[in-house]
């Protein structure tokens, strides 16, 4: 894979983190939920029904919690593609070193290993030792070894934490990658 290729995958996931969370600002806005009764999307020989998703976020208690899922399921994902992208290329190019020196990697690796292995945080290598160098922090994201086992919160790694990881990982990899 080309440099510009790695920067035009990146820019979709980029894209496309901007485009799911639009979408849930669109669905919060009470007049767009109107357009979701009696519509569908047919996936193949499926059909999706969004009447459902109209009366969930029709209740502030249920468009909440639906809010808020689908856009930590955004993040996961965004975070994971990212990620996994620039590592793949990385690999190819023997570039790991490099990537390896970004200021966010530790804090990004650990917490893509953690949504995606059970949504906790696993900060002990194969010989079950706590890995070296914790704690690791990234902007104000600390993990700690006091973390290890515990679930991954909100409270701890905020979606603007999230969103700033995802985009500082892009631009170092547009930026220092070759």
Known sequence: MLHSELCSQLENIKNNLILGLS????LTEERSRGLL?????????LTIDFTQVSKML????D???AVKECIKSIFR??????????????DDSNQTKIFQKFGSYKVAKHLRNAVSHNNKWGLRDT????????PFQWSDLVISADLDGLPV?????TFEIQLALVLDLITH?????K
């Open 173 to 177: 990899a547009q930026q220092e990658l």
């Open 37 to 45: 009764v009696g519509h569908h999307a047919k996936v193949g020989g």
């Open 58 to 61: 029709a209740d502030v208690a």
């Open 153 to 157: 919160e909100l409270s701890h790694v």
């Open 63 to 65: 468009r909440e919690i």
């Open 127 to 134: 010989k079950k030792e706590l890995y070296p160098g914790l």
């Open 77 to 90: 994902n965004s975070l994971k593609e990212t990620f996994e992208t620039i590592k793949v290329y990385c």
């Open 23 to 26: 979408g849930v600002f669109l």
